[in-house]
């Protein structure tokens, strides 16, 4: 079954930082690239980050550039965000979304994980 | 940025009704454009990408159509499991989103 299950999201003082994980099952995570897609309470979807299967191609939203940082570890079948500098704004439920486009980013998100509450408040 | 909107933001209607959403991009998009579906307290679903392409197991009463600024998701006939949000989807620049369509029961 292919699977992305999201974790590592919290409650976290504004400033501060956090690091979110996706673990990958069910396919070959290394042919694919992934994103990251987030969700405000009562919101729509947005796009946050997204990154090519081998790394070379990384893209992020302007609302989180140069305070998030997505990564990928194919051997452990993992997708990484780093989050540093967080605002109120950035609260939110992220999801976890394969690409379908192959290796490279075609940004159509055919499998999402169930997502992680990021809050981040005093 | 590409702005999408799409209307209605919310519609009334009965099971084995025809519906259909329409999504328009503030500039040409092409064919780049996917429709999800949310339901609550649950991850968005693709339904349909590259406008026009029905995404695997997804019944065949939904279909997509536009391309250039408009488009539309079609239900041929309302289930009660289609009573949820959907969203538009622009993947041509800078990616981003409608702001939803949400389709309750009448």
């Known amino acids: 079954e292919v699977q992305l299950v999201e974790s590592g999201g919290g409650l976290v003082q504004p400033g501060r930082s956090l690091r979110l994980s996706c673990a990958a099952s069910g396919f070959t995570f290394d042919d694919y690239a992934m994103h990251w897609v987030r969700q405000a309470p009562g919101k729509g979807l947005e796009w946050v980050s997204g990154i090519s299967w081998n790394s070379g191609s990384i893209g992020y939203a302007d609302s989180v550039k140069g305070r998030f940082t997505i990564s990928r570890d194919n051997a452990k079948n993992s997708l990484y965000l780093q989050m540093n500098s967080l605002r109120a704004e950035d609260t939110a439920l992220y999801y976890c979304a394969k690409d379908m486009g192959g290796g490279q980013l075609l940004f159509t998100f055919d499998i999402w994980g169930q997502g992680t509450m990021v809050t981040v408040s005093s | 940025d590409i702005q999408m909107t799409q209307s209605p933001s919310s519609l009334s209607a009965s099971v084995g009704d025809r519906v259909t959403i329409t999504c328009r991009a503030s500039?040409?998009?092409?064919?780049?454009l996917n429709w999800y579906q949310q339901k609550p307290g649950k991850a968005p679903k693709l339904l349909i990408y590259a406008a026009s392409s029905l995404q695997s197991g997804v019944p065949s009463r939904f279909s997509g159509s536009g391309s250039g600024t408009d488009f539309t998701l079609t239900i041929s006939s309302l289930q009660p499991e289609d009573f949820a949000t959907y969203y538009c989807?622009?993947?041509?620049?800078?990616?981003?989103f409608g702001q939803g369509t949400r389709l309750e029961i009448k």
């Open positions: 500039q040409s998009i092409s064919s780049y």
């Open positions: 989807q622009q993947s041509y620049s800078r990616i981003t």
